[in-house]
């Protein structure tokens, strides 16, 4: 006799194990899944891998070690804990978002009998748009670059793709050799969710690059370390520091450039699908900030130089 195939229902059904599981080897299973089958970008697996194992660590003195006795006040003690320490309200929301993203795969592995912190609400964030680096500074540590000897042409490198190209500094460390096409002017990185794009590269990052790529080593990546691998993301921050120092440019970051590279781009009459498409954005909400702060430059400008504008306004004009 036949048997009847599952209804969709059924099929959806998990099997749930009969004994608990432990929050430690959760979390692991949890992370090995970010990895393995949801293919998420390193960065973002470690970020949540770090989140994870802060709430273990923060859990109260005799707290239950099983999955399932966790509760939804000890998600919201940990993000309080986080508020009191000064952690931004994106940090927090990072971590609710790791913890939410924890307990819906155990539900949905049949681990848990029930979600305790669906309903825990994100922080709100205050929008607090970053100043970019004028011109006058990036040409200032530029100027810093000018020798030719293999760490200037290094440092140059990496401004000129930094800036002149928006890369993030994960897809600066990560660049190999096999991606920069000096012929079409064409530098392709892989970002964010392991995506890649390419970028165009404007004619000093193609001449920079044709003069420290010679000297560069027999390294696969554009910035080997000093292993076989890339150069870390630390190190090359650690780069943009010395040279920002000497330069006297203050307060410099790689980020910094890459919001100065959007910056410049919508001042300049850029638009902001192309903006978003050069910076890797899967959303264009995420583009959308750059233009409030090129409005307020221009604002700025405005004020500053035009016969009609606030103080400058002059009478009988």
């Not at 930094?162 to 190999?176: D, F, H, I, K, T």
């Not at 920069?180 to 990052?205: C, H, N, Y």
């Not at 409030?292 to 700025?300: D, W, Y």
Request: proline share 5%; glycine share 8%.
């Amino acid at each position: 006799m036949r048997t009847r195939p599952p209804s969709p229902a059924q099929a959806r059904e998990p099997v749930r194990p009969s004994s608990p599981i432990a929050l430690g080897t959760a979390v692991d299973m949890y992370v090995d899944h970010l990895a393995a089958e949801k293919g998420l970008a390193i960065n973002t697996v470690e970020a949540y891998s770090r989140d994870l194992r802060a709430f273990l660590s923060g859990l109260r003195e005799g707290a239950t070690s099983d999955a399932a006795g966790i509760t939804r006040e000890d998600a919201v003690a940990h993000l309080e804990r986080m508020s009191r320490r000064g952690n931004a309200a994106s940090s927090r929301n990072r971590a609710l978002s790791a913890l939410r993203g924890l307990f819906a795969y155990l539900s949905a592995e049949g681990w848990l009998e029930r979600n305790p912190i669906r309903d825990l609400s994100p922080a709100k964030k205050t929008s607090i748009l970053p100043r970019p680096l004028s011109v006058a500074d990036v040409n200032r540590l530029l100027a810093e670059t000018a020798g030719d000897d293999p760490s200037s042409l290094r440092d140059r490198v990496m401004l000129e793709l930094a800036y002149g190209c928006g890369l993030r500094v994960s897809e600066l460390a990560g660049l190999q050799k096999a991606g920069v096409d000096l012929s079409r002017g064409v530098v392709t990185v892989t970002g964010k969710g392991a995506k890649q794009r390419s970028v165009p590269m404007g004619s000093e990052a193609v001449r920079a690059l044709q003069r420290y790529l010679p000297v560069a080593g027999d390294s696969r990546y554009v910035f080997p370390g000093r292993k076989s691998g890339s150069v870390s993301r630390q190190a090359l921050w650690k780069r943009l520091k010395a040279v920002a120092l000497r330069a006297g440019v203050a307060a410099v970051r790689p980020h910094l450039l890459r919001h100065s590279f959007a910056t410049h781009l919508l001042e300049g009459g850029a638009d902001l699908r192309s903006v978003q498409m050069m910076l890797g954005h899967a959303d264009l909400s995420t583009t959308q900030v750059y233009t409030h702060v090129a409005g307020r430059r221009l604002r700025e400008v405005h004020k500053k130089h035009h016969p009609r504008s606030g103080k400058r306004h002059e009478r009988g004009l």
